[in-house]
């Protein structure tokens, strides 16, 4: 029997021949991934566990985004934990204000990971690399702590949803629409501990950004992990950033996958996850009663440059709806300058938004545009949970950038064509 693409990817890491679902693996790592909330119990463990070397300075990246700026005094103490570990063991990738972004944005434009990676990271949004063809997933800070100083960790291999993609989105659609179109389709569990691997002749026609995109939301599927073939846009995004050797793996033709799904991408809509799961989907031109308080356009599922540019041609020459407060915050100080250069930033101003720092920040209602009792917002981010944004009462819907920007200039959900 034939091994999947995560599977021949996780055998190789392991130095195995052949590795099968289910089956308990020990791999090396490419990249140890932690954050300003996740990185400081992980030292923590670290410490507390005696180590006093890491396994490669440069195989790890702390990246300071959730609360950073720091927000508060808990923030600022837990950023200098990061901060004073970072010097002491040399850390090659710590990045704070001024060198910093939202980490699942950050490390792809750096080429810190890439094709043939395996990495982990204290963030259940690691998942967004197997864009690029890697293993990428998230762990718990002890598992952190662990790959911090070992350079291993410990896996179950997964078994595999194939998810077979024809066609070409049509306008109006992204990446975004793509995957909560698949969750809504297979639900929050629907890949539980399962690798979803995406293939076909619509795989390759998406582009990195739909593809990163894509993989960040796996995690809400339940999937261990998402990935797509390296082709020629992967060696394209990869040439000029990612310096260790370009490592390919194709599923077997004979390949067990649980599952095969067919998803024609021009017989898409733009798609909108309602309160409170990201399952809950209709397409957008269903919600239209559905009156908002809030507009929130970035996140580390879309913050990127074309997410921008998706935003600011639509809101170029127009002003955002009354009583409606609209945050973009570019994903990474190069995407932030970007915005400057293309003149973005002029028009989000303009246009009544305010443009934040690179920040988690709202994502995990931590700052930067909390949600009071009853409020409604259109976000770009990635789970609308009970009180994920702010209050218990507060809701919100998940859409693509292009959604996301017509409702901030209709005032109400709003099918980016009616604009």
């Not at 896996?155 to 698949?182: M, R, W, Y």
């Not at 992990?225 to 394209?236: P, Q």
């Not at 934040?356 to 931590?366: D, F």
Request: aromatic share 6%; with cysteine; proline share 4%.
């Amino acid at each position: 029997m034939g091994m999947t693409m995560t599977q021949k990817l996780l055998a190789n890491s392991a130095g195995l021949e052949k590795v099968k679902a289910g089956q308990l693996i020990k791999a090396k790592l490419s990249m140890v991934l932690g954050n300003d909330i996740t990185s400081p119990v992980a030292i923590n463990e670290f410490e507390k566990h005696g180590f006093d070397s890491v396994f490669d300075k440069g195989k790890i990246a702390l990246v300071m985004d959730h609360f950073v700026p720091n927000k508060d005094i808990k923030a600022a103490q837990q950023t200098k934990q990061c901060r004073m570990f970072a010097k002491q063991y040399d850390i090659d990738n710590y990045f704070d204000v001024g060198d910093m972004g939202i980490e699942h944005a950050l490390l792809p434009e750096k080429g810190l990971v890439g094709p043939g990676d395996v990495v982990i990271g204290a963030d259940s949004h690691t998942c967004t690399y197997g864009a690029l063809g890697a293993f990428s997933t998230g762990v718990g800070s002890t598992d952190m702590a662990a790959g911090m100083a070992t350079g291993e960790a410990w896996f179950k291999v997964p078994s595999a949803i194939k998810i077979n993609l024809t066609g070409s989105l049509p306008e109006c659609c992204s990446g975004k629409d793509v995957i909560l179109h698949l969750i809504g389709m297979i639900g929050v569990d629907g890949a539980l501990y399962k690798s979803m691997e995406f293939t076909g002749d619509g795989a390759h026609s998406l582009s990195i950004d739909d593809r990163l995109c894509i993989c960040n939301m796996a995690i809400e599927a339940g999937a261990k992990n998402g990935i797509f073939g390296v082709d020629e846009k992967t060696l394209e995004y990869c040439k000029g950033r990612f310096t260790r050797p370009i490592v390919a793996f194709e599923a077997d033709e004979d390949a067990q996958y649980d599952e095969v799904i067919n998803i024609d991408l021009s017989s898409l809509q733009p798609t909108v996850a309602c309160p409170h799961l990201p399952e809950n989907t209709k397409v957008a031109n269903e919600l239209s009663d559905i009156k908002i308080d809030q507009v929130v356009i970035g996140s580390c599922t879309n913050g990127r440059i074309s997410d921008m540019a998706v935003a600011a041609e639509i809101l170029k020459d127009k002003h955002i709806a009354p009583d409606v407060r609209c945050i973009v915050i570019p994903a990474t100080q190069k995407v932030y300058l970007e915005c400057i250069e293309k003149g973005y930033t002029e028009i989000f101003v303009k246009a009544g938004c305010v443009v934040s720092t690179p920040t988690c920040g709202p994502c995990l209602g931590g700052y930067m545009g909390i949600l009071a009792e009853d409020e409604v917002a259109v976000a770009t981010t990635n789970r609308n949970f009970v009180g994920r944004m702010g209050h218990v009462t507060s809701k919100i819907y998940l859409a693509s950038p292009a959604t996301a920007t017509a409702s901030a200039l209709k005032g109400y959900v709003c099918d980016p064509r009616d604009i």
